[in-house]
């Protein structure tokens, strides 16, 4: 498709928030200058960023039309990301992440996937990206079609949706709520809103977006604001319960409240390195499973189970285990090893 750059109305609109990432932004906009679906605009969301990022921002929008740039003081990424749903013009909508890159025809097939299927929202599958390296994330074995019943119980229990926005392309009319402010993990609770109108989705093997690990982003996410990670679950899991009652049973949802509380105190354990920290940490941890049913061994399995029970009842054992597991562990040290930056 030839570039559609002076209309109106866009079919897709794509937002990337962006700050601090002047070494990996060329790459990402140079490939969505190189997508094969050419009716798009970019919204470059320059959420205050100290580096170069202002500057090649602009130098992008002065290159192509497609390209439009809003510069804004720091609010962080909900906020960059909400500025650009305002100024959004398409009939669809795309987020990458500026320190990622995209394969050329990756928009191109989520709108055929989208419009062909009839449905709201259409996924594709990842690469994690390390130096050296890539891990593939295929999701699916051939494309699917899946209803609201399934999209709420595949997004507590199963594994064909993550909560990642960067890999989907979502109908404008099912945006129905803004990304949180000042929350981490703002992908699971404004999924959760999003849902209410998300009638069906289509699922597509291709594995088209490049998803960078980085040192930075790992800190920032698994060490010591675990817990919201894990009390963005909780919520996930009431909110998509109210949608549709009947898409899980009572021991699907223990189990994956479970299991989401022992991978929380797991990493917290593993990636906090102050002791009294990791111990306040874990102990948050544990006062949110108040109310959760008593972990069974049919639903957990016996290594999930004596987990859950030594983190209710000997939390400083949990820790010492989960630390000596991880210091033995080749396969995430030689991850560890090969993250960017």
């Given amino acids: 498709m030839m570039p559609q750059g002076a209309k109106n109305q866009p ?30 605009e970019c919204i470059l969301v320059d959420d205050g960023s100290p580096d170069g990022c202002p500057q090649l921002c602009d130098e992008y929008a002065a290159r192509d039309p497609r390209f439009r740039v809003i510069h804004r003081a720091n609010g962080g990424l909900s906020a960059a990301r909400n500025s650009g749903l305002r100024e ?17 025809q990756m928009f191109e097939r989520l709108y055929r ?9 259409s996924q594709v599958g990842y690469l994690k990206e390390y130096v050296g390296y890539a891990s593939p ?30 890999n989907k392309l979502f109908r404008r009319e099912v945006i129905n ?12 609770a404004v999924l959760n809103h999003w849902v209410r109108d998300i009638r069906s989705a289509v699922l597509a093997p291709d594995m088209l977006y490049h998803y960078r690990m980085r040192k930075s982003g790992i800190i920032h996410t698994e060490t010591t604001r675990r817990f919201e990670y894990f009390d963005a679950y909780r919520e996930k899991v009431r909110e998509l319960c109210s949608i549709e009652p009947d898409a899980i049973s009572d021991e699907e949802r223990s189990r994956f409240l479970w299991k989401a509380a022992i991978n929380s105190a797991k990493i917290i ?16 941890i544990i006062v949110l499973c108040q109310g959760f049913p008593s972990p069974a ?7 999930r189970y004596f987990r859950a029970r030594l983190l209710l009842h000997r939390p400083a054992w949990f820790i010492r285990l989960m630390r000596a597991v991880a210091s033995i562990n080749p396969s995430r040290n030689h991850r560890k090893n090969h993250l960017f930056d």
């Fill in 269 to 284: 354990a593993r990636g906090v390195p102050d002791s009294e920290s990791r111990m306040r940490l874990t102990e948050t």
């Fill in 113 to 121: 996937l989208i419009t062909e299927y009839g449905t709201d929202m």
């Fill in 11 to 40: 079919k897709i609109s794509i937002i990337v928030p962006v700050y601090k990432v002047e070494r990996y932004l060329p790459q990402c906009l140079d490939s969505i200058l190189g997508q094969t679906f050419g009716d798009w």
């Fill in 137 to 166: 994330k295929r999701l699916v074995k051939q494309v699917q079609v899946i209803d609201r019943k399934g999209i709420v119980r595949d997004n507590i229990y199963g594994n064909r949706l993550p909560n990642y926005m960067w």
């Fill in 297 to 303: 061994i049919g639903a957990l399995g016996l290594k």
């Fill in 88 to 104: 959004a013009r398409g009939q669809y909508i795309g987020f990458v992440d500026s320190d990622d890159w995209i394969a050329s």
């Fill in 177 to 188: 709520a803004e990304f949180p402010e000042g929350k981490v993990f703002e992908d699971i």
